[in-house]
C-alpha cells in the first residue's frame, strides 16, 4: 500500500509565496526506488495539467510548464521520498488543486488526495 500525503497548500494574497510537501510512505519503498516526481494542478472547469518534474537521475533534471517558470521550483529528498514546490510570486491563475505523482519503479504511478492553493488578488 502506498500513501502520498500533501501538506503546505492555502490563501495566500498575489505576489505571496507558498511551499507544497508530498511524503510518500509504504513498505513497497524497501524495494522499489521512486523515479519521477512531479506536481499537477486542476483548476474549476479545466483538465488536469503538468506544473514541473523532476527525475531522480543525477542532480534531478527538471521540466516546468511555461506558466510557472522563474515562479515555482521543485525539488527533492530521496531519502525521505518527498517531493516539494516552492511556489513565488503567485498569481489568481496559480488557483488550483495541486496533486502530487510519484511514479515507483516496475509499480506505476501514484497520486496524492490534492491540496488547494487559493490565490486572492
Known amino acids: 500500500q502506498v500513501q502520498l500525503v500533501e501538506s503546505g497548500g492555502g490563501l495566500v494574497q498575489a505576489g505571496g509565496s507558498l511551499k507544497l510537501s508530498c511524503a510518500a510512505s509504504g513498505s513497497i519503498f524497501s524495494f522499489f526506488s521512486i523515479n519521477d516526481m512531479g506536481w499537477y494542478r486542476q483548476a474549476p472547469g479545466k483538465q488536469r495539467e503538468l506544473v514541473a518534474v523532476?527525475?531522480?537521475?543525477?542532480?534531478?533534471?527538471?521540466n516546468y510548464a511555461d506558466s510557472v517558470k522563474g515562479r515555482f521550483t521543485i525539488s527533492r529528498d530521496n531519502a525521505k521520498n518527498t517531493v516539494y514546490l516552492q511556489m513565488n510570486s503567485l498569481k489568481p491563475e496559480d488557483t488550483a488543486v495541486y496533486y502530487c505523482n510519484m511514479v515507483v519503479t516496475r509499480r506505476g504511478n501514484y497520486w496524492g488526495q490534492g491540496t488547494q492553493v487559493t490565490v486572492s488578488s
Open positions: 523532476i527525475t531522480r537521475s543525477g542532480s534531478g533534471s527538471t
